[in-house]
């Protein structure tokens, strides 16, 4: 799966704070995401989050 640093992802499960996007800061074996609600940043392992992807909007270029 083609994940970028600054796309944005709409995951299948909502954030406690209510927003269900991430912006991706970081890619590896690990994903960094930040929360587009409230900030939070989590780092998630890269098969966890391709498989609760729902949407990958692109970065503007």
């Known amino acids: 799966m083609d994940i970028q640093v600054g796309d944005i992802l ?3 499960k909502q954030h406690p704070c209510g927003s ?3 912006e991706v800061l970081r ?3 690990d994903i960094r ?3 587009c609600g409230c900030n ?3 780092m998630l392992a890269r098969p966890l989050v391709e498989k ?3 949407e990958i909007r692109k970065k503007k270029e």
């Open 10 to 12: 709409r995951l299948k």
């Open 20 to 22: 269900d996007e991430w």
């Open 27 to 29: 890619t590896g074996m």
């Open 33 to 35: 995401l930040k929360c």
């Open 40 to 42: 939070r940043q989590v």
């Open 52 to 54: 609760s992807i729902r």
